[in-house]
């Protein structure tokens, strides 16, 4: 039986309207008010916001304790767990925590490896991966056993998803390993940031022609460029993400005061033509440390006001 978390991105997905989300990342210290503030330009845009958890190894404050803040803001939040930190006793607990605070929302992860982050000397742990951390949670949920077979007493009723990368190499293989992540019990995906439309399209096909968009709601996650230095950057220095010389060009062809709402254009293009392919089931906006512009965002692109459901 799966324990239905009854959270709101939840309702919208199998409501079938398309849903959205955005994603906000805890500062490098303690200043919650920082937090708070970065929050509160998602507030009333989308279904609920992704919580990262130490995004490109860098130290955070927790993704539990700043989804805990985006839920007394009255936000729902996305909880994401990385394995790269912890065992399975942590990640275990982490989950039964999240659900006593009544998170309703995670994502699993990998997480970046520590050599890209500001503790290169930190020891990876991966004791499990995020397909593992998957197949963990959801048999918490729907079997109320632990990965030691321990009965758990409360089981966590959790909406749980997972990332997919449509970009790296080799390619055929990304909708393989997102198969196995659907498979060991991913309910949505979130995918990296899309820049590449004609080999993202190819991607759902592949999906589309595997079943998986029948099996599980996949989201099309879009980072709007704020100038052409950022995607220059974003073409060289990230790993798995194809950036097409077009966009490079038209950025480079306006005024660098002009370069951010260029981006915009793009993004929302971009979100327009996600929108339209067959087993998008929604869109996530990842507007990095640019939180003020996600309503301009998904006003232009028709995405607001959103949906109710009860």
């Known amino acids: 039986m799966t324990m ?3 959270s709101n991105l939840e309702k919208i997905l199998t409501s079938g309207q398309k849903a959205v989300t955005c994603e906000c990342g805890p500062p490098r210290g303690a200043d919650a008010e920082h937090f708070r503030h970065k929050a509160s330009y998602l507030k009333g845009i989308c279904e609920a916001v992704n919580i990262t958890d130490n995004q490109t190894a860098v130290v955070r404050f927790c993704s539990m304790a700043a989804s805990r803040i985006m839920m007394d803001l009255g936000m729902e939040p996305v909880m994401q767990m990385v394995t790269r930190d912890m065992n399975r006793i942590a990640l275990q607990s982490n989950v039964l925590g999240a659900a006593a605070l009544g998170i309703k929302n995670l994502l699993c992860l990998t997480g970046d490896h520590n050599s890209f982050g500001d503790h290169p000397q930190a020891k990876n742990v991966h004791d ?14 729907d079997d109320g056993k632990m990965i030691s077979g321990t009965e758990v007493q409360g089981r966590p009723a959790m909406f749980i998803g997972a990332a997919a990368n449509p970009f790296a190499d080799p390619f055929e293989f990304r909708v393989v390993r997102m198969a196995k992540k659907i498979a060991a019990g991913a309910q949505f995906i979130q995918t990296q940031c899309i820049y590449d439309m004609d080999r993202f399209a190819q991607f759902m096909q592949m999906a589309n022609d595997m079943g998986l968009t029948e099996k599980c709601y996949i989201m099309a996650g879009i980072t709007p460029f704020k ?45 327009q033509q996600c929108l339209e392919m067959k087993g998008i089931a929604g869109i996530h906006l990842m507007a990095i440390e640019w939180e003020e512009r996600a309503p301009e965002i998904l006003k232009a692109a028709g995405l607001l006001p959103r949906p109710k459901v009860d």
């Open 4 to 6: 239905t978390a009854g």
């Open 128 to 141: 499990l991966d995020s397909i593992q951390l998957l197949h963990c949670i959801k048999t918490m949920r």
């Open 227 to 271: 100038s052409v230095g950022m995607a220059n950057y974003m073409k060289k220095f990230v790993p798995g993400l194809v950036v097409p010389d077009s966009y490079i060009q038209r950025l480079r062809g306006v005024p660098k005061d002009k370069q951010g709402a260029e981006g915009i254009k793009i993004a929302v293009e971009q979100i």
